[in-house]
């Protein structure tokens, strides 16, 4: 089958990103032009090892202002570590994180980070975890975020009575009330049932619209990526194996066939790329 | 089935753990009078009662429960805060750790009664004696429990805080400390059990007051009575200390699942 509206770049990431000519695409419409709120990534010859496995190889790698990565790859192949280590919650053995052309070393109020789990305090109510790490006077903001993720009649009640996805949706919520400039998703959707699941992504697709951040995607699940994602990066054993825009227009249907085809290619790379460790 | 006769049962259900206690006191009642028990080896329930409202009445009762209560009282809170602090001390920075651990868990292995005799040279007969051995009885009950409950802070939550920029106080009020509440609160329970056994024993061995000298002063002039008398009071008093600390935990930990009532 031709590919035709994807630029696929197999490459043995040994070039600086500086010469990274990635093809222009213009196909995104957002719903308000704020993309210049998004953090520009830029990363450099990244390396990372855990004893005597190397889970990142000289890694390179750009990621435009505003736009939505996702990164995809087998368990283990090193996504993860990549998302933490441009969080800054790990620090890389070799390489350069650039935010907006500066050296990036600490986790700061710029990324917000959401985990697999959606780590709320069990001892604060649904509000007061939204407002963690908030001074008194922004406190209005936090009911503002439980808003835009549907929850303002939860504010009161305890973590522990709501449903997984709720929790999510909290924790989303307390990450959004810092207007972020750039979002790191770890598998936040991985342990949601399948409904629901569409519903969290096409909650994340529209504040990433409206507020214009940064998104970068962890995910097992291609598909997601496929739908979510102006860009999706395939890691194999620590390099990127493959590295495809996704030029759908949004809002994007979960029945396209370019979306679907775009899909199945992907997993079709990772499960015939061989495994060797 | 009705409604009113499933309402009876649930009811002779609950009554049903009272039917032996109240079997045997009304046994223990009929033995006494019939002299097939002497009221020097164990009193007829009434006479207990009868003892009660003497001793009440004259204010000894009173009294020397107060100077129990303050016994118990003053030594929780001296030893419960120095168990506190320490094993937050302990269980947050590792150096304290290294330093003070080893010599606490050692000192743990004494069995604080055994110190009575010393203690009586150390302080005499005093109120400090008795205070000192209820501090040491505390202490450890909630240092263990504050220890471990400070190491069992999650550390998912703990990176999250880091990522939220809070700062170590924040970290401290909003994480670390909440997390290890419920165990705090479990060695509290503990440490009221000690309390009580630690003073019971103490006030037994060298008083001038209180309700174990209540009670070693009523064997002297063979008034099983009164000497019933203080065990039950010695019960009640436990009893109220522990249902306070099940209050505390219910107020304390709304959020944890296990203790949401309704």
């Known amino acids: ?277 | 089935m009705s409604k009113r006769s499933q309402n009876y049962l649930s009811w002779v259900k609950n009554a049903s753990g009272w039917l032996l206690p109240i079997l045997l006191v009304a046994f223990w009642d009929v033995a006494a009078r019939n002299g097939w028990i002497t009221s020097k080896i164990l009193p007829a329930p009434l006479d207990i009662v009868h003892a009660a409202i003497n001793l009440s009445l004259s204010g000894d009762m009173l009294q020397n429960i107060l100077i129990s209560t303050k016994r118990a009282g003053g030594g929780l809170l001296i030893g419960g805060s120095i168990g506190l602090t320490l094993g937050l001390l302990n269980g947050i920075f590792r150096p304290a750790d290294r330093y003070l651990d080893t010599t606490i868990q050692m000192i743990r292995n004494v069995p604080h009664l055994a110190l009575i005799p010393l203690v009586i040279i150390w302080f005499g007969i005093g109120e400090e004696g008795k205070v000192f051995l209820v501090a040491l009885g505390v202490f450890f009950p909630i240092y263990a429990n504050t220890y471990h409950g400070i190491k069992m802070a999650d550390p998912q939550l703990l990176e999250m805080g880091r990522v939220y920029d809070l700062n170590p106080w924040q970290l401290f009020t909003q994480i670390i400390f909440p997390s290890a509440l419920p165990s705090i609160l479990v060695g509290l329970r503990y440490a009221l059990g000690f309390m009580w056994l630690t003073l019971i024993v103490a006030e037994t061995i060298a008083t001038t007051s209180g309700i174990g000298y209540m009670a070693m002063n009523a064997r002297e002039f063979m008034q099983t009575d009164v000497v019933v008398l203080a065990i039950l009071i010695y019960a009640l008093l436990g009893k109220l200390a522990d249902t306070a600390a099940n209050l505390l935990e219910l107020r304390l930990l709304q959020w944890h699942p296990n203790f949401r009532h309704g």
Not at chain 1, 10 to 19: G, I
Not at chain 1, 169 to 194: I, N, Y
Not at chain 1, 240 to 267: F, K, T, V, Y
């Open chain 1, 1 to 277: 089958m031709p590919i035709q509206n994807l630029n696929i770049r197999r490459e043995c990431n040994v070039y600086p990103a500086s010469n990274y000519a990635k093809p222009k695409m213009k196909v995104v419409e957002k719903v308000n032009q704020k993309s210049t709120s998004g953090i520009e990534i830029k990363i450099e010859n990244l390396s990372k090892s855990f004893g005597d496995i190397n889970v990142l190889e000289n890694l390179n790698l750009a990621i435009k202002p505003g736009s939505f990565v996702a990164i995809v790859g087998r368990s283990g192949c090193g996504k993860s570590t990549l998302l933490r280590l441009i969080s800054g919650l790990d620090q890389a053995d070799v390489g350069t994180i650039y935010y907006d052309g500066s050296q990036h070393n600490a986790i700061n109020g710029d990324a917000r980070f959401m985990f697999q789990e959606a780590r709320l305090l069990p001892w604060q109510s649904v509000i007061n975890n939204v407002r963690l790490g908030l001074n008194k006077a922004e406190f209005p903001k936090a009911l503002n975020a439980l808003k835009q993720v549907g929850l303002e009649s939860r504010a009161d009640v305890w973590p522990s009575v709501l449903s997984g996805g709720q929790r999510q949706r909290v924790a989303l919520a307390r990450s959004l009330v810092h207007e972020p400039r750039l979002l790191l998703l770890d598998e936040p959707l991985g342990a949601l049932d399948a409904l629901t699941r569409i519903e969290m992504q096409n909650l994340i697709e529209r504040l990433w619209r409206e507020l214009g951040f940064t998104a970068i995607l962890v995910t097992h699940d291609i598909f997601e990526a496929v739908a979510l994602a102006d860009r999706v990066i395939l890691l194999n054993e620590g390099k990127i194996d493959l590295d495809l825009d996704i030029n759908i227009a949004r809002p994007r249907q979960r029945s396209d066939m370019e979306l679907n085809r775009l899909g199945e290619e992907i997993l079709q790379r990772i499960l015939t790329t061989p495994v060797t460790s």
